[in-house]
């Protein structure tokens, strides 16, 4: 099970890009790189996947370089209600993912 | 509204009590599973039934009885409660087994305190 690196946190403004990094040194061939967002009081949210290169929703884009030891979860323009913590997981295959503690992102006015 | 939902949202009850949490998916899923955060945020995963088979059960104390009547339902039933069970449960489905390709959908949790 590749083992995944977060900041623990991060501030940001309004407004503002938020990119958050992951680190998957020892991602393997078959696993996907998959990012969950989590409210308060609430369960994760499923926001966005990849394999490679650059995936992009109506919620965030997601940037993984070629060698794949890394992904950068991008915000465009945050507001108060993306105050959050973001997981990243790196899995695939039949493998059953638990979740590290995430980055926990404040955006503040 | 289709979703995973678990019942009760907050339980709070004495230690050596036995408690038993709910979960319903009305997604279609084939996978269930019980995650269970502590105070720092971690999200263990506990069981995980496809298609009510076991198919997964990390070290998790056999106080803990997951039961599967059909794959829309996973109820975790805990035993002899302590202390330390106190956390945030969380029932989650996907939609196959190969969870990590599908992605989870969470309920929104069970906030059980021991006291």
């Known amino acids: 099970l590749a083992k995944t690196t977060q900041p623990i946190s991060m501030d940001s403004y309004e407004g503002q890009e938020v990119n958050i990094t992951c680190s998957h040194n020892?991602?393997?061939?078959?696993?996907?790189i998959t990012w969950y967002q989590q409210f308060p009081s609430q369960g994760p949210r499923f926001i966005i996947q990849g394999y490679k290169t650059k995936v992009k929703n109506e919620v965030a884009s997601l940037f993984i370089p070629a060698d794949r030891k890394s992904s950068t979860l991008s915000l465009p323009r945050v507001s108060l209600s993306d105050t959050a913590v973001y997981y990243c997981?790196?899995?695939?295959?039949?493998?059953?993912?638990?979740f590290g503690a995430g980055t926990t992102v404040t955006v503040r006015a | 509204d289709t979703a995973v939902s678990q019942t009760p949202k907050y339980l709070v009850t004495q230690m050596g009590n036995d408690k038993s949490i709910k979960c319903e998916q009305n997604l279609g899923h084939d996978t269930m599973y019980w995650y269970k955060q502590d105070s720092k945020k971690f999200l263990k995963i506990m069981f995980s039934?496809?298609?009510?088979?076991?198919?997964i059960n990390e070290t998790v104390p056999n106080r803990f009885s997951p039961k599967s009547p059909d794959k829309a339902h996973l109820n975790l039933h805990i035993n002899s409660l302590e202390l330390g069970d106190s956390a945030v449960y969380f029932c989650?489905?996907?939609?196959?087994?190969?969870?990590?390709?599908?992605?989870?959908?969470f309920g929104s949790g069970t906030r059980l305190t021991v006291v």
């Open positions: 997981l790196v899995g695939g295959g039949a493998k059953k993912l638990s």
């Open positions: 039934y496809n298609n009510k088979e076991l198919i």
């Open positions: 989650a489905s996907s939609k196959g087994d190969s969870d990590a390709v599908y992605g989870y959908t």
């Open positions: 020892n991602i393997a061939t078959n696993d996907y």
